[in-house]
């Protein structure tokens, strides 16, 4: 079985005679697209990219962002991702992400194409990427592809992500008053973004180099007695 990180190889090791850990590849436009030089935006922009729903906690995320801006730090937390009107959860998500809006701190930007992606992440300055549950985590890799700093959550992949990349930055899953702080403290600091992390991602997620670990999977696979 071939496994995208040590969160779901742990579930399947004991029924399978053998498993290879070989995590996503990033899409190549992730990489082919030359870096920006510097974030233009007046304040800093931290986003949050995924399908809005319980786990992967986009109400929290509002709310330890009204905390932080009712703290006076400036910043505007931009949710990007599709939301289910009809769903309690996305509904809610609506009605509150609507009244951060007008008060400023934050927007609802809905699905955007990777092209237009790309652009909002070369735009802002963070990421925040704190569910309760994860199989892998490949927003964190996008975000880090682009230099963002990013705040995650210790579950899943994003740990293996995060080892050893400059940016990222994780705190205890369902931890918020911990995420804050993180965040608080970057703030406080002007926000920097990493300057190294986008040639880790590419080290270690470039499609070419992912194709070749499947390969030695597949041969090593081939090499098994039935």
């Not at 990427?129 to 700093?149: D, I």
């Not at 992500?161 to 406080?188: C, F, H, K, N, T």
């Amino acid at each position: 079985v071939l496994c995208n990180s040590a969160y779901p190889e742990r579930s399947v090791q004991r029924r399978n005679r053998r498993t290879w850990r070989v995590p996503h590849a990033r899409r190549g436009e992730f990489f082919e697209r030359p870096l920006p030089r510097a974030t233009l935006a007046a304040k800093p922009i931290i986003l949050n990219i995924g399908v809005v729903g319980k786990r992967k906690r986009q109400l929290e995320l509002l709310g330890l962002a009204r905390t932080l801006a009712e703290k006076g730090l400036s910043f505007e937390l931009r949710f990007v991702g599709h939301a289910n009107p009809a769903g309690a959860y996305a509904a809610k998500f609506l009605r509150e992400v609507a009244i951060g809006a007008d008060v400023g701190f934050t927007s609802y930007e809905g699905p955007r194409p990777l092209t237009e992606l790309i652009d909002l992440l070369d735009g802002a300055s963070g990421l925040v990427h704190a569910p309760s549950e994860e199989a892998f985590g490949l927003v964190v890799a996008e975000a880090l592809a682009r230099n963002l700093k990013c705040f995650g959550a210790r579950t899943g992949g994003i740990p293996e992500i995060a080892e050893g990349v400059e940016g990222a930055e994780l705190s205890s899953p369902g931890d918020d008053r911990q995420l804050g702080e993180a965040i608080a403290r970057w703030l406080d600091e002007d926000s920097p973004r990493p300057t190294t992390a986008a040639a880790e991602m590419r080290a270690r997620y470039h499609p070419e180099v992912i194709a070749v670990r499947h390969l030695e999977s597949y041969r090593e696979c081939l090499k098994c007695e039935p």
